[in-house]
C-alpha cells in the first residue's frame, strides 16, 4: 500500500513539474517575443529611420516637386538639371535678349550675340540641392511631403553686358552720321620777298604792345598770343548723326533694367574734343631767343643776309627724331645764291674780312640758345673763334666758305616741334621761337648762365714775311686778342625753385698775339710806326699814320714819302728818285698789270710830299721796267691835293 502511494506520488510529482516546466516556456517565449517586439520597436525607430534620414540627407538629385522657370527637375542631378536648364530656361532667357534701334526709318537688330548673358543657375541649383538636407527624420519626410505636394519653385535671375552692341552700332551709325570736324593747324608762311627770296619774316612776331610801339596795323596790335601769327588755326565743325556715347548710355541702362526691345535713336549735333585752345596746348613755346644786330646805316648787306636767313629757317617742321641741319637749311653761301658780301670771322678770329652771307652765324647763335632753352638735343656746334657779342659760351658758328661747320640738333621729344625765326627792323634784334609739347611734370623752366673757368693771354708777337714788302715798310696783320674758357649751364626750375643743373660743356675762345707783316730778311728790328701800311677800302695801300716824320729830304723841294699798291692789295717795291725840285716815279712800282686779269684795278701809287715849292715837278719814267711788257707808263685818273 504503501509503495503504490508512493508510486501515485511520484507520478503526481513529475506531472506537476511536467507542467511547471511548460509554463515557464511559455512564459520565456512571451518574454522573448515582447523583447523581439521592443527590439524591432527599437530598430524601427532608431536604426532605420536613422538610415532614411541619412538616405535623404545624401540623395544627389533634387527632390520631387523642385522646379526652375517652371521646368520640372525632380530626380535629376546637378548636371542633369544644368544640362536640362541650358537647353530651356537659359536658351528662353539668351532669346529675349535683344535692342532693335530705328533711325532714319530703318531698323537695326542687336541680337542675344551682340550681349553677353550671365545667369545664376549655379547658384539656383545649389540652392534647391540644399532642401531637405537637414534635421530628424520625421522633419525630413515632413518637408519632402511638403515640397511633393506643394512644390518649390525657382527662378533664374541674370546680367546682361553689351559687349558688342558698340561695334555694332557704329556699323549702322556710319551710314547716317556726319561726324563732327576736329580743330587743326598749320604752319603760318609768309608771302616771299623779291628782295631775298625767302619768307619776309620782318617785324612778324611783333604784337600787341610791341607792335603798337612799331607802329604796325591794329590788326598786328590785336593780337596778343603769338600762335596766332605763327600758326593759323581752323575752328572745329560739328557733325550730325549718332551720338554713340549717349546712345550706349541708354544700352547699358536697357540692360541693367532689362528692358529690351525698340530704341528710337535721336539724331543730334556732335561736338568735336579737338578744339583750338586744345590745340595751343599741344603747341608749347618750349624755347625762346632774342640777339641784338647793328642797324642798316651801319651794315645795310650784314642785314640783307640776316633776313634771307631768318625767311629760310622759318617754319622748320622736325618730326620726332629729325634734325635740325643751319647749312642744309640756308645752303651754301654764295653771291648766286642771293647771299652778300659782309664781314665774317677769319683767322680764327683774328681777322675780319667780307664773304657772301657774312652774319648768318647769328642766326645759328640764336637759335642755339632757344634749343637749350626748349632742353633739345644738341648733336654738333662749335663756338667763334672769339666772343662775338653773344652771351659767352652760349654762341654757335656756321660756315660753308673756308670749312664746313654746321650747328645741328635733333627733335628729342615724342611730338612734331616748330622753328620759328624772324628779325625785329625796328628793335634790331633777331629772335627765334621753338614750340612743341609741354615740358614733362619735373620742370617748367630752364636758365642758362656761364662761368669763366680761365683766362687765356696773349702770347709774344709774331711776324709774317710778305714777299711784297721792303724795309722798312710793315704792316699790322692783327691786334692782340686775349682768350678765354668758360663752362656753361642748364638750371632747371619747377615752380621758381631749383630742381637740378647740367653742364652743357666748356667753350674755349681763342687767344691771339699781335701778328705783323714784314718785309724778306726782318731780323727783329724795331717797327717803326711811320712805316706802317694800311689796306684802303679800295684795295689800296696807305701809309697809317701820314703825319708821321718823313722817310727822306730833298733840298728845296720838301720831304716824301711813297708807296704803291698792286692788284693783290700788297705793297709793291718803291722808287721815287728826287734831283732838286724834281721827282721821277719809275715803273718799279707797279709790279703787276691789270691788262691780263678781267675786272681787276691797276697798280696804284701814292706820293705824298710835304714842303714842295711851286717849282716841284712829278715826272713818270716808263723806261725802267722790269720786261718789256712794263716798259711803259700808263697814267690815269691822277689827283693832286694841296
Known sequence: METRTRERTSKTSKKNKKKSSGKIVRILLIVLAALLVVLGTLYYFIIYREQQRQQIMNSTTFHDGVTVNGVDISGQTLNEAKATLAGTAEKEIADSVHLTFTCNGKSYTADSSKFTVTCNTEEILNEAMSLAREGDYQALTAELKDIKENGRAYTIDYTVEPTGVES???SFADEVTTPATPASFTVHYPEKSTKTNAYDTSNLGLVGEEAKKAGLGADKQAITDPRDVFFDFTEPVDGYGVDVDALMATVRTRCESKDFGDIEVAM???????????????????????????????????????????????????????????????????????????????????????????????IASTTYMAVLYGDFEVTARRPHSTPSGYPNGLDATINTVTGYIDFKWKNNTESPCYVFTWIDTKNYTVNCSIYGQPFPETFDEIELSSTLVEPLEPGVPEYEVKNSLYSPYWMLKNKAVKGSIYESFKTYKLKGKVVETKSIGNTEYKMHPTRYYVWPGYAGEPLDPQYELKANEDGTLSLANPGAAASGTVEGAGTYTAAAVNIDGAAAATTVAASGTDFVVTNDLCSKQANTVINKPWSHVELSIAGAPAETQIKFDGSRGKDSASDRCLLDNIKITK
Open 168 to 170: 555694332f552700332i557704329h
Open 268 to 362: 543730334a549735333p556732335i561736338h568735336s574734343d579737338v578744339t583750338v585752345e586744345k590745340l595751343k596746348e599741344s603747341l608749347f613755346l618750349r624755347g625762346t631767343a632774342s640777339t641784338t644786330y647793328k642797324s642798316k646805316r651801319r651794315n645795310t648787306n650784314r642785314c640783307h643776309n640776316l633776313e634771307k636767313a631768318c625767311g629760310m629757317v622759318y617754319g622748320t617742321v622736325l618730326q620726332p627724331g629729325e634734325e635740325f641741319s643751319a647749312n642744309t637749311i640756308l645752303g651754301d653761301r654764295t653771291l648766286s645764291n642771293g647771299w652778300k658780301p659782309a664781314p665774317a670771322v677769319i683767322a680764327g678770329g683774328a681777322d675780319h674780312e667780307d664773304q657772301p652771307g657774312g652774319g648768318v652765324c647769328q
